[in-house]
């Protein structure tokens, strides 16, 4: 006889892997839910793919570039309705209350969120100090550093209620130099120094939490969708021992 199955009742009840079979023959498949939030750059586009494969549907949130482009033939990456599965939410980075209703609103949608990857891939801003103006400076404050602390807020808030799931910070390398007599990017590696040193608080002060807090950076321009292929699968396995560090990508996987 099968474990779980009697004749008054007359169904199994089994439990195998993330899918629940009945005899009755209807199978009910748990949902993962997966948000993605970053700023729009080729990196976000690599990790909304590799979502794209592992569910029917995830939640995709971009932090607009209010910044001038100087260059108007570049070419931007496609936008999220283009994904497979996204499911975009708005998000105005430096309202604390849209941080909340961003979660709220990716709970309703996908059941709970169970893995939230958070990509810090800010704009170049190709300007000499003195020729900031205010609203560049309130920009990259409200889009790029506040924001990032308001959503992690309510995105510890939710997976400490949960009490299981993962937290990802992404990081690219912090790169300052510039060839002489040539145009240097202000306010980008400003603002990836910001969220690898809250990153890294975030990662010091969470080794107790029964959710995972983990990091991720080392990937180069042209390797975007092998680094984030690679993160994905450490994010897959949901080993502890995972949690509490930086993750440093590189080809040679065995060092890791």
Not at 74 to 90: C, D, F
Not at 206 to 211: A, D, I
Request: charged fraction near 20%; include cysteine; charge should be neutral.
């Amino acid at each position: 006889m099968i474990p779980g199955y009697t004749p008054e009742r007359g169904f199994v009840f089994v439990f195998t892997g993330f899918t629940f079979w009945l005899s009755l023959g209807y199978t009910c498949t748990m949902i993962r839910g997966i948000l993605i939030a970053g700023n729009n750059s080729s990196l976000f586009s690599a990790a909304a793919a590799e979502a794209s494969k592992r569910v029917e549907s995830f939640n995709s949130v971009q932090i607009p570039n209010r910044f001038i482009i100087p260059d108007k033939e570049a070419v931007l990456p496609p936008p999220m309705e283009s994904v497979k599965g996204a499911i975009p939410i708005s998000w105005n980075p430096s309202s604390p209350i849209s941080a909340r209703s961003l979660v709220l609103s990716a709970e309703n949608r996908l059941g709970k969120i169970d893995n939230a990857i958070l990509i810090c891939s800010p704009p170049a801003v190709f300007k000499a100090a003195d020729s900031l103006t205010p609203q560049d400076i309130d920009i990259l404050v409200n889009d790029e550093i506040k924001g990032w602390l308001l959503l992690t807020r309510e995105l510890m808030i939710h997976f400490r209620r949960l009490g299981a799931g993962s937290l990802s910070f992404v990081a690219p390398e912090i790169n300052t130099g510039g060839v002489k007599n040539t145009p240097v990017d202000l306010l980008g590696p400003a603002a990836s120094a910001s969220f690898q040193a809250f990153a890294q608080s975030v990662l010091a002060s969470t080794v107790n939490e029964p959710f995972q807090v983990m990091g991720f950076t080392g990937f180069e321009a042209g390797s975007e969708e092998e680094f984030i292929s690679w993160a994905f699968k450490i994010i897959d396995e949901g080993a502890r021992k995972n949690s509490g560090r930086w993750h440093r990508y590189t080809k040679l996987r065995f060092l890791r």
